[in-house]
């Protein structure tokens, strides 16, 4: 995605998950934040999934890594934009 779009898709993906939480928040669903513990018990469980995308990225001759970090950046930014 080039840069230009980043806010808009951000803004757009923030939306659609802000209308997501009300429409389960109508059906009485609840949710759950993770510890901090929790939280790093799942990223440990996706290292090998991350790791994966990377390889095949790099086979398919893109820069995996670049890709990846660059994805990583854009979610701490709109995590912390969007909370």
């Keep these: 995605m080039s840069k230009k779009y980043e806010d808009i898709t951000a803004k757009a993906w923030g939306d659609s998950d802000e209308s997501g939480r009300e429409f389960c928040l109508k059906l009485a669903m609840s949710s759950l934040k993770l510890s901090d513990e929790e939280s790093a018990k799942f ?20 820069d995996g890594q670049a890709i990846f970090k660059a994805a990583q950046e854009m979610v701490e930014k709109y995590n912390k934009e969007y909370k």
Aim: charged share 35%; no cysteine; proline share 5%.
């Design 43 to 62: 990223k440990a469980a996706m290292k090998p999934v991350f790791e994966e995308y990377v390889k095949q990225a790099n086979e398919k001759g893109l």
